[in-house]
């Protein structure tokens, strides 16, 4: 049960998701666009409210280009901390970093012709000492092996599978079939 305050403050909540992309009544949330912070601030906002209003699955649809890897982990990783079952759905291109957060889904959804991709990780290495270089490598190889564990991870397919995709000089295009092969897609719709 909730307290009057709660209450309110959940009214407020949904008046402002709405306008977010976030569905109260079918427990969804669009996720189109640039990975960035206000995509993390949309999705914590969208679930905290419905894990609030019931204990349903939640239908997290993405449609993304990808964008910046550390809100990409963070969006992955509070969709993994729901006590919800989270489906992810792609509509589109579901590619890059937005790759990963499809991955986090309990169950995930696909239909042809929906375009998945994934590539290594791109990053710019910053001007100055050896040692910064150095330093900046070694994170890039660690975010590079985190992203590469969490896919193996959630698809219960063979890192070296993952490793060989991601590490590829070209990006890498998957079909629907080809992802549902690799148990990145579970449900083909």
Request: glycine share 8%; hydrophobic share 45%; net charge negative.
């Amino acid at each position: 049960m909730i307290t009057v305050d709660e209450q309110e403050a959940l009214s407020f909540a949904i008046e402002l998701a709405v306008g977010q992309g976030i569905n109260i009544l079918d427990r969804s949330i669009q996720l189109f666009g640039d990975v960035d912070e206000a995509m993390l601030k949309r999705l914590d906002t969208g679930m905290s409210v419905l894990e609030k209003v019931g204990d349903g699955p939640i239908t997290v649809k993405i449609e993304s280009d990808g964008g910046d890897l550390y809100p990409g982990f963070a969006i992955a990783g509070r969709i993994r901390s729901s006590p919800c079952e989270v489906i992810t759905e792609a509509l589109g291109n579901c590619m890059s970093v937005a790759f990963l957060i499809f991955a986090a889904g309990d169950v995930r959804r696909a239909r042809s012709p929906v375009v998945f991709m994934v590539h290594q990780i791109i990053s710019e290495l910053p001007a100055g000492k050896l040692t910064s270089i150095k330093a900046s490598v070694a994170q890039i190889n660690r975010e590079h092996t985190a992203f590469v564990q969490f896919l193996s991870e959630m698809t219960g397919t063979d890192e070296s599978v993952w490793t060989e995709l991601v590490n590829r000089a070209e990006d890498t295009y998957l079909t629907v079939d080809k992802a549902f092969d690799l148990n990145l897609v579970t449900e083909v719709c």
